[in-house]
């Protein structure tokens, strides 16, 4: 006769080797994580209080570090000039993705639209440094070819990577070329989800098409949508490619972003210590952004009946 006793310690075995099964699944994505994410957070807390260049051991400095950031002027410069990039970027991807995606989505021939979807995401997969050279010199004022496209329209040259004004029309123009294929994928995946079915009896009852789109397809994409936001914030909050090989964050500092602020003074200026406590301000914003668009998503619905 097998006892409650008995029973009780065979479920506790189990459970045990249960849990033991699942920290080994977990172990090589625990590990990566450990080496990755949590040692580089805590030695970036730890060189905040010292003065490190690699080739000295770290000196530790108390808070000259924290008293630098406060008295430099670079840092809120360069800070707005990546909210700046945002406020510029995202929108523009966000409107001219969805309409790519709605445009793509309404073709009915498979093959056309294959060959869109390829000629989109196409230069996704391109590396950004070999296109954006690429760029730097179709942006050339002297022999660039927009310029050259201007001249037959009698317009003057336009000094586009010169400028500070328009070097961000120039970014732009970059990242909208690189990386809109990217975010027309989310959300033609997104609009391929839909139900026809919705749509036609939404017809059948006489809506509009602005009103179908309003009414159905937006809050129905709205959690992908809300994906697209936040990564794209992110990713334009710490952008660093665009400026650096373009136009070197110049003229002076006014297309230097944040991120390549933090890159010049670890590897140019060797001063990791400093670098750091601009690495936990970059951190810091981009959590207090995120926070604020998961507490303010009542606008996305996850229902799909």
Known sequence: MVTNAEIMRAQKKRRRKDTLSAYLFLS?????YICFFVIPIIMVGYLTFHK???ITPAVWNDY?????????KRVPLTIWNSFKMVLLICPMHIIV????????????????????????YFPVLVSVTAVALAWKFIFSTDFGVINWFLSLLGCDPIPWLQSSFWAYPAFMIFSLWKNVGLYFLYFYIALRGIDRS?????????????RK????????????????VV?????????FDEPYILTNGGPGD????????????????????????????????????????FKGNSWVSYERD
Do not use: H
């Open 213 to 228: 789109f309003f009414s159905i397809t937006l809050p129905m994409i709205s959690p992908t949508t809300f994906f697209v």
């Open 64 to 72: 000259k570090n924290f008293i630098r950031l406060t008295m430099d």
């Open 28 to 32: 090589p994505a625990l590990l990566i």
């Open 231 to 239: 990564t794209m914030l992110i990713g334009c909050m710490q952008i």
């Open 254 to 293: 006014a297309t230097r972003s944040f991120s390549m602020y933090i890159y010049e003074t670890a590897f140019v200026s060797q001063n990791y210590g400093y670098a750091c406590v601009l690495a936990l301000i970059m951190m810091a914003i981009v959590l207090t952004i995120t926070l604020i668009q």
């Open 97 to 120: 993705s969805l309409l790519l995606a709605l445009g793509v989505n309404s073709i009915r021939n498979r093959t056309a639209v294959f060959a869109m979807r390829t000629i989109l």
């Open 52 to 54: 490190y260049n690699v």
């Open 198 to 210: 919705i749509l036609e009896a939404a017809e059948l009852d006489g809506a509009k098409p602005a």
